[in-house]
């Protein structure tokens, strides 16, 4: 059913049509308002036989999902920017222990200085953390995949972080299409747990690891993520034929199939620059989008055949790695290793910084880019606060 809502609530409805048995809450901007939602609802008798736990920290609120995932029950959180680095040592625990946790990350920039607005650093800091990750590009898509995450995490028996950009997306009011609890419930079965912890036979899980097999179990660990690739496109054509549109998946495509020039990008900044391609294309240009959903594991394969024929790849993402530069940009570079093609890095977005659709174009319709580019960079601060540092020895 169609409803108007803001996306943190079209969240917790989706959500809680997949049942949760356990749902723990810390309250971080700008996720706030999904645990608060849930939490209506659970009160409100509309998602029965739920635990929900208010915890006294984001490291708390982890935990206590691994808890109850390891005692058996289909368990959910959510968290934002500096939240996630709190519970980090948790979010490798729940991977390491094979635990089909889904979160919600709330998309913001992390401090110092501190920033409440949406940027991709905190999903940055947990790339390499052996969780599932995700990419929104509307809210629509935004609650889709969190019935697909439920799905492909207890398939596969890795935790999914579902990545919502923060503000543009949590907080923003859209139709969005809630589907019924019978198909939701024909899609996603009850949770049947691969392990369960019983006190009546007690077992101990995330024991030490000697270096005698530590190396096997993160091969492992590499190998399921590659194998979930399947897994994943499997689900979302199946989610396409249940609920009748396309959400999840590897990638998406968008504009001039033949495109000269491919502008790669995750979350919501995707729709801006269809835009920009639909002016671009109109105008003459040769253009395509490329959205990258499903960034870990990465569809290294799948993304070289999208980008085989382009002659050159933009690669716009809202994130920095000090003293390398763009992060989404070096990975494609590797995909795209040995063919003729030029990587560019745009970054934009930082700290909630505005990307148009002018700014776009301008930089889309370039002949010649630097190594990396920041849109819409402030060149007159960079001019008073830039002091060059002396490279001559001490």
């Not at 049942?19 to 810390?26: I, N």
Request: hydrophobic residues 40%; contains cysteine; negative net charge.
């Amino acid at each position: 059913m169609l409803y108007q809502l803001e996306g943190s609530h079209a969240i917790a409805r989706t959500v809680a049509l997949c049942r949760p048995g356990v749902v723990c809450a810390y309250p971080i901007s700008p996720q706030t308002h999904i645990l608060e939602g849930l939490e209506e609802l659970i009160r409100g008798k509309k998602l029965e036989n739920c635990e929900y736990l208010n915890v006294e920290s984001e490291m708390g609120a982890l935990s206590v999902a691994i808890g109850g995932e390891a005692a058996g029950v289909r368990s959910y959180t959510a968290t934002s920017s500096q939240g996630l680095l709190y519970m980090i040592e948790a979010v490798y625990n729940a991977s390491g222990l094979e635990l089909p946790i889904v979160m919600t990350l709330g998309n913001r920039a992390l401090g110092a200085p501190i920033n409440i607005w949406n940027d991709h650093s905190d999903a940055m800091s947990a790339r390499d953390a052996g969780w599932i990750m995700f990419f929104a590009e509307t809210n629509q898509e935004a609650a889709d995949l969190h019935i697909l995450a439920f799905k492909v995490a207890e398939k596969v028996h890795c935790p999914v972080i579902v990545n919502v950009d923060g503000f543009i997306l949590t907080h923003a009011y859209d139709r969005v299409d809630i589907p019924s609890q019978d198909k939701v419930d024909d899609f996603l079965p009850p949770y049947a747990p691969k392990a369960s912890l019983d006190v009546n036979h007690p077992v101990a899980i995330g024991t030490m690891v000697p270096p005698e097999y530590f190396m096997e179990v993160r091969h492992l660990a590499h190998r399921k993520q590659e194998d979930s690739l399947a897994v994943i496109e499997c689900t979302a054509h199946a989610f396409e034929k249940k609920f009748g549109r396309n959400s999840g998946g590897l990638l998406r495509r968008y504009g001039s199939p033949n495109a000269d020039t491919v502008i790669v990008a995750m979350g919501s900044v995707a729709g801006t620059i269809k835009d920009a391609v639909d002016e671009l294309n109109q105008e003459g240009g040769q253009f395509e989008e490329l959205s990258i959903i499903c960034y870990r594991p990465f569809p290294a394969e799948a993304l070289r055949n999208s980008l085989k024929n382009a002659k050159r790849i933009i690669v716009v993402e809202k994130s920095l790695a000090v003293g390398i530069g763009g992060i989404l940009s070096r990975e494609v570079e590797l995909t795209m290793k040995g063919c003729d093609v030029d990587v560019i890095t745009v970054v934009a977005g930082l700290g909630g910084r505005n990307i148009t659709k002018s700014m776009l174009k301008e930089c889309f319709n370039k002949k010649s880019h630097e190594k990396i580019t920041f849109l819409g960079l402030r060149n007159d601060i960079i001019g008073k606060q830039y002091v060059p540092i002396n490279g001559d020895c001490c």
